[in-house]
């Protein structure tokens, strides 16, 4: 590849993963949106507490534009505070204008906020002073405000201009220590969600075309002779396992291979749509759409070249080439097109019938090891697994690190392990009626179809069928 198609492949690459990331954004806000709104609304934080030897609690200043301006709509949020003293002391909180809660609390000792952090302890600016202030309750400025022994809220629609936030004792005393909860209601949150998934969806569908247009025009060997002969099973994985490996290289192969799982995540969720398709065209015509089943083929292709070079395998050092054909790469992946699919069968094989594979793929791919990540107070932040492949693959590398070579036998189980699983996908992708053996052919090849059974005679020998006796 020249360098400008490999200056447009890494473009493209960058516009994938900042498509994605906006595809997860817009997802979680869709999820947080849904799920974590009280029942009026708002996303509350935890309840943390304010406690200071000042006379006021205060936040930064909230700057919500200066003047007037059609830029800032009416409504488009509203903020609420509960505040709760921790005795019987008379609290107060207010919300007003920067400018006048700083004029009355001019040479007051008062403690700004800075942050709140993830455990609930604050952050605060301390600011001196001599001056004591007059009780909060007798200002006439506050745009909202609350005072009492009980817990007191304030519930405000943003408006233009510099606020400020103050918590204080309601008689004006030194020392305040309350607990405190922040919340905020949008209508706008569902409409910012969809805008973020739909500008991701638009950027993603230009990073695959950047990439593989760059890609598209660049010529590829044909497959050898050979590589169309199927095994006895209508899915054919194979690879051959590189005898030079580099001992270090497989640490950066996620990194090396971060355009090909950008591209391919934008090629799955397309696999996913046309199987739909494909579906309800098996189901009223009883064929698969052989254009969706290529293009669907070449996506299975694409994954396992990948997978083979990256840590589905480790197989080769060669990098997969940005192709949905079959290429001359260490690692090979067809399908034998089926003229007719049964249109009883594909309203079941796909869930009930692969359940027993589904779970024995599970364990091969990601149901073997699990762990957690926490973060806070117990609060969990992560889940991952890892299946008997990937455990696998992990000590060949190792094997590789420390000896230079990968052992032969663990090639061929692992290889075993993913023709199972890639037979299944198939299978559950309703290219094939014929059931997935429950059978680990291990191996680089796939091993040889058995020849056509003799006719056997009187005797019971078996004898050869002349073309003759065949007519």
Known sequence: MSKGRIAVVIVGTLIGLFAIGLIIGGGGLLWANETQRDADGFFSTDEFTLSTESYAVTSADVDLGATPSDWFPSGLATVRLEIDPTDDQPVFVGIGRSDEVETYLEGVAVSEVERVRVDGTVAYRNVPGTMTPTPPIDQEFWATSASGVETETVTWDLEQGSWSVVVMNADADQGVTVGATAAARTDLLAWIAAGLIAVGVVLGVVAVVMIVAAVASTRTTPAPAGVGELGPYPVRVEGELDPGLSRWQWLFKWLLAIPHFVVLAFLWIAFFFLT??????????GRYPRSIFDFNVGVLRWSWRVAYYSYGVNGSDQYPPFSLGDTDYPAHLDVVYPERLSRGLVLVKWWLLAIPHYLIVGLFTSGLVWWTTEIGSGNTAAEA??????????????????????????????????????????????????????????????????????????TGEGTVVSESDAV
């Not at 739909?276 to 015509?285: D, K, Q, Y």
């Not at 070579?405 to 199972?420: E, I, S, T």
């Open 276 to 285: 739909v398709g494909a579906f309800f065209a098996i189901l009223f015509t």
């Open 385 to 458: 697994g890892a299946g008997l492949i990937g455990i696998l693959v992990f000590v060949a590398v190792l094997i590789l690190l420390f000896t230079g070579r990968y052992p032969q036998g663990l090639f061929d189980l692992v290889m075993g392990l993913n023709r199972w699983v890639l037979r299944v996908a198939a299978y559950a992708s309703l290219m094939t009626d014929e059931y997935p053996p429950f059978r680990l052919d291990t191996g680089g090849s796939e091993p040889e179809a058995a020849p056509p059974s003799p006719r056997t005679g009187p």
